[in-house]
């Protein structure tokens, strides 16, 4: 079946170090890749995606890449702050249709420290 | 952005006794909304699909008799865990979207306590 392998946490970094969390998928079909971001007391919120092999999604700094040929969909960003501690969560989303069903990784805790 | 409201954000309830949490989209209508159970160090775990005016659709494995899925409106729908026991404490979340193949909104997250 379909899952998700992202890179345990926590993960502790210090203000403008550089990001990366891994994360890999298997799936059948050619899905959509998602990366969410909850941040501490709140519901998750869609950060970023990909529809399809070589995409990159972007937003608030972060990126990630459509690597089909590696399964991979890493997150990163060059330079944290503080405001970005939460939990960064991969996902994956197989097919079309009218129902929007998510495989998700296990989370990753960030902390950044000032 | 879209808001997804879930109610409560906490609850600890005695075992044998049942426990109801509200999924509300706010400002728009959600034809279809998801129910997940997040265990500690664990991934979002989709535990059911419902449609607004027919039956859930519960992953392998779920119990439907003891999580019990309403859908009655474009703006709510609810979850009841019958019969708590310990091992129903858990993480449950909520999301909605419009059905369509669209993005799906997320609720905060109600944090189930059995004791």
């Known amino acids: 079946g379909d899952s998700v392998t992202q890179m345990e946490g926590p993960v502790t970094l210090s203000e403008e170090a550089c990001l990366t969390i891994?994360?890999?998928?298997?799936?059948?079909?050619?899905?959509?890749l998602f990366w969410y971001v909850q941040y501490p007391g709140e519901g998750l919120q869609l950060l970023l995606k990909?529809?399809?092999?070589?995409d990159k999604g972007s937003n608030k700094g972060f990126e990630a890449t459509y690597r089909k040929e590696t399964t991979s969909f890493h997150l990163e960003k060059g330079s944290v702050q503080v405001s970005d501690s939460a939990v960064y969560f991969c996902?994956?989303?197989?097919?079309?249709?009218?129902?929007?069903?998510?495989?998700f990784g296990k989370g990753t805790l960030l902390t950044v420290n000032p | 952005g879209a808001v997804v409201s879930q109610h409560p954000s906490r609850v600890i309830c005695k075992s044998g006794t049942s426990v109801k949490i509200e999924c509300r989209s706010l400002?728009?209508?959600?034809?279809?909304m998801f129910w997940y159970r997040q265990f500690p160090k664990q991934s979002l775990m989709l535990m059911a699909t419902?449609?607004?005016?027919?039956?859930?659709?519960?992953e392998q494995g779920v119990e439907k008799d003891k999580f019990l899925i309403n859908h009655a409106s474009l703006t709510l729908s609810t979850l009841t865990v019958t019969s708590a026991h310990p091992e129903d404490s858990s993480f449950y979340i909520c999301?909605?979207?419009?059905?369509?193949?669209?993005?799906?909104?997320f609720g905060q997250g109600t944090r189930l306590t059995v004791v």
């Open positions: 996902a994956l989303k197989v097919g079309g249709g009218s129902n929007y069903k998510l495989t």
């Open positions: 891994n994360c890999t998928y298997t799936a059948t079909g050619y899905p959509s």
């Open positions: 400002d728009f209508q959600a034809t279809t």
């Open positions: 999301s909605a979207s419009t059905g369509r193949n669209t993005e799906a909104f």
């Open positions: 990909a529809t399809k092999a070589d």
């Open positions: 419902s449609n607004e005016g027919s039956k859930a659709t519960y």
